[in-house]
Nanobody, 117 residues
Framework: QVQLVEFGGGVVQSGGSLRLPCIASGISFSNVDMGWYRQAPGTQRDLVASISRVGSTYYTDSVKGRFTISRDNVKSTVYLQMNSLNPEDAAVYYC???????????WGQGTQVTVSS
C-alpha cells in the first residue's frame, strides 16, 4: 500500500526547466525525510537532493544553485524544481524515502528527463 509516484519528466532544451512532483501514499509523510536520486545510462544511481521532515535541504554539488527540493505535507508531495538544465542532467529521476523509524526505504518508479543540446 506504500507508493511513490513521480511525474513531470520529459524532453527539455538545454537551459530549460522542469518541475518533478512525487506523490507519496501509505506513509507518514510529514514525519519522514525524502530525496531525489538520478541514474544516467551506465552510471550509479546517485543522490541529487534531499529534504528533512523539518525542511532542511541538501544538494549534490553539481546541482547547487540550479535545483530546488521542496515538500508539501498537506499534499504528501515532494518536488524537484530543475532550472538551467544541461545534457549532463539527463537521467531517470527517482523519488526516495529512506529507511528509518517509520519504516523501510521506498523508491518511486522513475521518470525520464531528457535534455537536448
Amino acid at each position: 500500500q506504500v507508493q511513490l509516484v513521480e511525474f513531470g519528466g520529459g524532453v527539455v532544451q538545454s537551459g530549460g526547466s522542469l518541475r518533478l512532483p512525487c506523490i507519496a501514499s501509505g506513509i507518514s509523510f510529514s514525519n519522514v525525510d525524502m530525496g531525489w536520486y538520478r541514474q544516467a545510462p551506465g552510471t550509479q544511481r546517485d543522490l541529487v537532493a534531499s529534504i528533512s521532515r523539518v525542511g532542511s535541504t541538501y544538494y549534490t554539488d553539481s546541482v547547487k544553485g540550479r535545483f530546488t527540493i521542496s515538500r508539501d505535507n498537506v499534499k504528501s508531495t515532494v518536488y524537484l524544481q530543475m532550472n538551467s538544465l544541461n545534457p549532463e542532467d539527463a537521467a531517470v529521476y527517482y523519488c526516495h524515502k529512506p529507511r528509518g523509524y517509520y519504516g523501510p526505504e521506498y523508491w518511486g518508479q522513475g521518470t525520464q528527463v531528457t535534455v537536448s543540446s
